[in-house]
């Protein structure tokens, strides 16, 4: 099924499989299936059979440099660090920024791979620690980490088992992450 041309999309919307359209700007491939990696408009080319998110230019990004947390949607893993595509600084959208996540910037513990912390399509809160293009990012504070995952076998939003684990809740597979535990305010007496 394929969005509508000019289709309004959010990080993480599923735009169509390989084999009808491939990756191009503001898109990723998980799985076989492209998702949008910015807030942005779909956009299908025919000729290329490539299929792209153009991101919308906000004029007056707030600057990044103090900022206490941005969004980021993984994009890409390599060897020892994560390509992140930041969507929004603290809670406001800005245009699509370049950044990474080095393995050593995840946790204090001992990673052998950063595929134990974090996968290709997952939704990221991090701190910027640069301001330079890629910015340096880091999720070692407990609030920062995954928010948002889906099931990398059968694509379903994951849920958390314990601090270290997601869980799928139609499958039952378990996959380890660096989860952002945010605290969640306690209610009446
Ligand atoms: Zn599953």
């Known amino acids: 099924m394929l969005r509508r041309q000019g289709e309004i999309l959010l990080p993480g919307d599923e735009l169509n499989v390989i084999e009808e359209f ?16 910015v807030v942005g408009k779909a956009f299908y ?4 059979r490539k299929v792209n998110s153009i991101a919308f230019k906000r ?36 245009e699509p920024i370049t ?20 996968k290709v399509g997952d939704i990221i809160r991090a701190k910027p620690l640069n301001s330079t293009i890629p910015i340096a990012l880091t999720v070692k504070q407990r609030d920062l980490g995954v928010v948002y995952s889906r099931c990398s076998i059968c694509g379903t939003k994951m849920v958390k088992q314990d601090e270290e684990h997601l869980r799928c809740p139609n499958c039952g597979n ?15 007496s």
């Open 59 to 94: 004029p007056g990004v707030t600057t990044i440099k103090k900022a206490k947390y941005v969004l980021g949607v993984v994009t890409g893993l390599r060897e020892d660090s994560a390509l992140v595509n930041i969507y929004s600084i603290e809670d406001k959208q800005t």
């Open 45 to 48: 080319d025919m000729i290329n």
């Open 174 to 188: 378990i996959e380890p992450r660096k989860i952002a535990l945010l605290q969640v305010k306690k209610g009446g």
């Open 22 to 37: 491939i990756p191009g700007e503001g898109t990723y491939d998980f799985n076989g299936v492209v998702y949008s990696s």
């Open 99 to 118: 950044a990474y996540l080095h393995i050593s910037q995840i946790s204090n513990k001992y990673l052998n791979n950063i595929g134990e912390a974090v």
